[in-house]
């Protein structure tokens, strides 16, 4: 796991080669990306129970580590449901790969390690970053355990690059989620990052 300021301020150096390139443009460049790369959301239930069989799945077709990362990003964020009850008991059953693919739910630090663990499957270098964050029920000024999150940063062309599988997938309207797939949060620019 990547911890500390070292980290955080490379991150930021090399992450993003504009990141000034706004919003609205990055999702055009993003629009453009995904007529041209067919996105594997469904893949056969046999390959789902293993990290390395469900990566190799996901990532085969791809040309690229670019792909890659946007293939598992892309199943993560179709088959993985945010766990509201876990959130608010506290009780965040098993956050390791298997145990989310097999409860196909889980918080952050769940969808993180699946990430993580699928991207290194299929060659990929990433880690997890936890951090603060401005997600669901965030007050200003009011910092505690609560607004710890966890995504992930995954070495892309030899830059580091955020994704978000979380903020990906869909949000928590009261005690319900609400699946609602979001481009913006794969390699978001860490100065647009909510």
């Not at 443009?25 to 129970?49: C, G, H, K, L, Y």
């Not at 293993?50 to 293939?71: H, N």
């Not at 200003?140 to 995954?154: P, Q, R």
Request: hydrophobic letters at 40%; one cysteine or more; glycine letters at 8%.
């Amino acid at each position: 796991m990547l911890h500390g300021t070292l980290f955080e301020h490379a991150l930021v150096e090399t992450i993003v080669p504009n990141p000034e390139t706004p919003v609205k443009a990055r999702m055009n460049q993003v629009a453009v990306f995904n007529s041209t790369v067919p996105d594997i959301t469904d893949t056969p239930r046999s390959v789902e129970t293993a990290v390395a069989k469900l990566a190799a799945e996901l990532t085969d077709p791809a040309e690229s580590e670019l792909e890659k990362a946007r293939a598992i990003y892309r199943w993560i964020t179709k088959n993985i449901a945010y766990d509201v009850q876990g959130f608010h008991s506290g009780n965040h059953g098993d956050l390791s790969p298997a145990g989310v693919l097999t409860s196909r739910k889980t918080v952050c630090m769940g969808y993180a390690n699946l990430f993580e663990a699928l991207a290194e499957a299929a060659g990929l270098e990433a880690e997890i970053l936890i951090g603060w964050c401005k997600g669901y029920g965030f007050t200003i000024g009011v910092f505690d355990e609560t607004f710890l999150h966890a995504w992930n940063a995954v070495k892309i062309n030899n830059q580091w690059r955020l994704v978000d599988t979380t903020w990906g997938a869909g949000y928590i309207e009261g005690h319900s989620f609400i699946p609602r797939f979001t481009e913006y949060y794969f390699l978001t620019p860490p100065g647009q990052k909510q």
